[in-house]
Antibody, heavy 116, light 109 residues
Framework: EVQLVETGGDLIKPGGSLRLSCAAS????????MSWVRQAPGKGLDWVSI???????FYADSVKGRFTISRDISKNTLYLQMNSLVAEDTAVYYC??????????WGQGTLVTVSS | QSVLTQPPSVSAAPGEKVAISCSGD????????VSWYQQLPGAAPKLLIY???KRPSGIPDRFSGSKSGTSATLGITGLQTGDEADYYC??????????FGGGTKLTVL
């Protein structure tokens, strides 16, 4: 059974950094395309980043240069390193496995709050 | 504002059917694949439709997807109170970057 469990969300001051984790089970993250999607409070879904099975990465313009997606094959875990955080980054962050040109499996999300 | 336009809300009575639209243009919907997601209150999104009109296993056939030109539609028949949720369309481009619609709140009266 595919499972994704995000952790690492926290209250962080503007300008700070945070790393989110997404522990996968039931499959190998290295063999699949994995993505991060976020949702600001009361708002819609917002695609953030993707990492290919070959390691290639893409980012939304709003996070390019500040966020880095990566994975640890030994831990079967996906990460999102977030730097230079601003209030607009406040959101629930979901990781998702991408299949058939869709976010096929989702985690339960982790809340990041950027506030002084 | 998303490049994919959805109505903010739709409503219908139990047992009825409803259609939720997702409007884009030739740079997104017309030449890419559309997926649809259901987000129940307080829950993570769940995939309902992929590749414009395919259902993952476990999704009832009350849910259907279609695409024509620069628009896509999610159809739900036999509405149930448990279908009350937010529904999002999304386009995944050839490089698997994505954009989501603004979402539609479905109320089952």
């Amino acid at each position: 059974e595919v499972q994704l469990v995000e952790t690492g969300g926290d209250l962080i001051k503007p300008g700070g950094s945070l790393r989110l984790s997404c522990a996968a089970s039931g499959f190998a993250v290295s063999s699949h395309y994995m993505s991060w999607v976020r949702q600001a409070p009361g708002k819609g879904l917002d695609w953030v980043s993707i990492i290919y099975s070959d390691g290639k990465t893409f980012y939304a313009d709003s996070v390019k240069g500040r966020f880095t997606i990566s994975r640890d094959i030994s831990k079967n875990t996906l990460y999102l390193q977030m730097n230079s955080l601003v209030a607009e980054d406040t959101a629930v962050y979901y990781c998702a496995r991408v299949n058939y040109r869709s976010a096929y499996y989702w985690g339960q999300g982790t809340l990041v709050t950027v506030s002084s | 504002q998303s490049v994919l336009t959805q109505p903010p809300s739709v409503s219908a009575a139990p047992g009825e059917k409803v259609a939720i639209s997702c409007s884009g243009d030739s740079s997104n919907i017309e030449n890419n694949f559309v997926s649809w997601y259901q987000q129940l209150p307080g829950a993570a999104p769940k995939l309902l439709i992929y590749d414009s009109d395919k259902r993952p296993s476990g999704i009832p056939d009350r849910f259907s997807g279609s695409k024509s030109g620069t628009s896509a539609t999610l159809g739900i028949t036999g509405l149930q109170t448990g279908d009350e949720a937010d529904y999002y369309c999304a386009v995944w481009y050839s490089n698997l970057t994505a954009v989501f619609g603004g979402g539609t709140k479905l109320t089952v009266l």
